[in-house]
């Protein structure tokens, strides 16, 4: 057990962001799944995230001041979470570029005796079905029509940029960034491979995607997306639900 | 399986012989099929069965699966706006228990012959209908809780005698599906009584949700049983067990002291106890507005089913992608199903 004392808050906030962006953009699309079964997949990729973002950000604070009384530039997820759903083949590219990390994270931290290892122990099993969800997608959507492929190719290439950040240090986050960095390119040039997709070629950042986002600068879509998370809450300052 | 068995024994009584296509027509089996209705014993998908029982339970089965994925909208709505994380959880795992009912339910339908393509088309052609409570809006947070509670409830009332239903799947998936209702519903009371003891204006808040449900709920039990073209059929093969104005009762009894206990008034200056009757006497419905709304002229029918549409068109290229990648991947196994996720069908 870890005393808050020990707790690395910039690191508590930075996954518990990851955590809390992604499962609010996939709660995005209740109703709205090209099918039954996606609503019930989707939903629960959600449900396993804003539980992880339940026990992070209370690791660093009180999980709903942290969430909905916070300015955009204080929020430290990565860009790549808050990016909007898009057609269905963003949503996957951005999960599986996601998931695919969040594996690979947790897997290390769980491995470890740090502070995030309890949560890690438990988050890496969810993370693999994550991954996995998105890596069956991927391949239908790559390997299944042709339309689907050239989507699906679009998306992989449009959040391409986005997949740099993710290999940052991060302060209080004890993890080798670079070996992360060369198993997540392997993995995800396997399944891109399998699905007949090409691994996009662009950078991998940018002048605004170097850590950016843990830093807090993010991309204009995220106000918005915070404007409607927090506006409820923000308009009855005290009270409890 | 001890119900077949027990249909098969029916039916065999009733042939006095165990090899009735040989000797008998129709008649035979539809003796059998009533004497098993009036054991009280499960129809199964592969026993015969009246066309109009058939028919009967595909409509009230799709229209019920309908109403769970129609249903997801109105509460979807309020996902993005959750107020704390422990609400966004519990709305979230929510609207997901609907999108699993339904799953439930197409798949009940299934065993009488129909496909989930087949129903999703009438649904988006108008061809059957979902519970019209769900072309009413969700205007504030208090919506939630109050689905929660009224509607919930009022479809737990609904739903647990066709637990009992005869026909074996659907009575099944109902159980299940009770369980979490039962759930859902005790959730929207709870997150009503958080309102009703909260600020002022979440307390108002609470009221004028209750206010505008309290109404739209009531109709939910169907016309009055005078006006009610499918009820005494239902009854007589136990699809059906109770009237609509019997489970109405029910409802409204159960509703007033739970009422009281959240701090809130329900909208009927003519609710009181009737001491005689061992009831609460209520107010009349406007079923003019029942019958309007059940119309198309709700306040959000269009928006609804513009939605479902919408959903369904803008996903066509993916089913398509699964179906795809599931004929050029199964070795010429049947093109319907999508390999190892089973995470769609085409």
């Known amino acids: 057990m870890t005393t808050p004392t020990t707790v690395p808050l910039t690191a508590a906030l930075a996954l518990g962001d990851d955590a809390l962006v992604l499962s609010h953009r996939l709660g995005e699309w209740a109703g709205h799944a090209p099918v039954l079964e996606e609503e019930v997949a989707l939903a629960n990729i959600a449900l396993d995230l804003l539980g992880q973002a339940r026990v992070l950000l209370s690791m660093a604070g009180d999980e709903d001041e942290l969430a909905y009384l916070r300015e955009e530039r204080a929020f430290r997820n990565l860009q790549l979470v808050e990016q909007p759903n898009g057609d269905f083949a963003h949503t996957i590219a951005r999960q599986l570029y996601f998931s695919t990390y969040q594996h690979l994270l947790y897997a290390e931290l769980a491995a470890g005796e740090g502070p995030f290892a309890p949560l890690a122990a438990k988050a890496v099993k969810e993370t693999a079905y994550h991954r996995d969800h998105a890596e069956q997608w991927t391949l239908r959507l790559g390997d299944g029509t042709e339309a689907a492929h050239e989507r699906m190719q679009r998306a992989c290439a449009a959040l391409w940029r986005f997949t740099g950040e993710m290999f940052r240090p991060v302060e209080g986050l004890d993890v080798d960034g670079e070996r992360m960095e060369s198993a997540w390119l392997a993995s995800v040039g396997e399944v891109l491979g399998r699905a007949t997709l090409t691994v996009p070629e662009g950078p991998r950042s940018g002048a605004w995607t170097a850590g950016a986002g843990r830093q807090g600068l993010h991309t204009e879509p995220f106000g918005r997306m915070l404007a409607e998370m927090q506006h409820l809450h923000r308009s009855h300052p005290g009270a409890s639900w | 399986m001890a119900t077949a068995a027990a249909h098969e024994t029916a039916r065999t009584q009733a042939y006095g012989t165990g090899d009735a296509t040989d000797t008998t027509g129709t008649d035979a089996y539809e003796t059998a099929f009533d004497a098993a209705v009036a054991a009280d014993e499960r129809i199964e998908p592969r026993d015969w069965m009246p066309d109009a029982y058939r028919s009967t339970l595909i409509r009230q089965i799709a229209q019920h699966a309908h109403s769970e994925i129609i249903g997801m909208q109105p509460e979807a709505n309020w996902i993005t706006r959750a107020p704390s994380l422990r609400r966004k959880a519990i709305l979230m795992a929510k609207v997901q228990d609907e999108a699993g009912h339904g799953l439930y339910l197409y798949s009940a339908a299934e065993t009488l012959g129909t496909s989930r393509d087949e129903l999703l088309d009438k649904l988006h052609t ?159 419905i406007d079923w003019a507005e029942f019958w309007d709304v059940l119309k198309g002229n709700g306040p959000c029918n269009e928006q609804r089913m513009t939605q479902r549409r919408r959903a369904h068109d803008e996903g066509a290229w993916v089913r398509e992608a699964a179906a795809a990648y599931a004929a050029k991947h199964s070795g010429g196994r049947q093109t319907g199903e999508t390999g190892e996720t089973g995470a769609t069908r085409a």
Request: aromatic share 10%; glycine share 8%.
């Open chain 2, 126 to 284: 108008g061809r059957q209908k979902y519970s019209s409570i769900f072309n009413y809006p969700t205007l504030t947070w208090a919506d939630v809780g109050a689905i929660g509670w009224l509607v919930d409830g009022a479809a737990i009332t609904n739903q647990v005698p066709l637990c009992r239903c005869s026909y074996g799947p659907y009575a099944r998936a109902m159980v299940r599906i009770c369980k979490e209702e039962s759930f859902h519903q005790r959730q929207g009371y709870e997150l009503l009584l958080a309102l009703g003891r909260g600020t002022p204006e979440q307390h108002a808040m609470a009221q004028d949700a209750v206010d505008r449900w309290w109404w739209p709920s009531l109709m939910m039990f169907g016309p009055p049983d005078d006006e009610s073209p499918h009820s005494a059929q239902s009854m007589a093969w136990k699809i059906k067990r109770h009237s609509n104005d019997e489970l109405r009762q029910r409802f409204v009894d159960i509703c007033v002291p739970q009422a009281e206990s959240l701090g809130l008034t329900l909208p009927d200056p003519d609710l009181r106890w009737n001491e005689e009757r061992g009831h609460h006497d209520f107010g009349v």
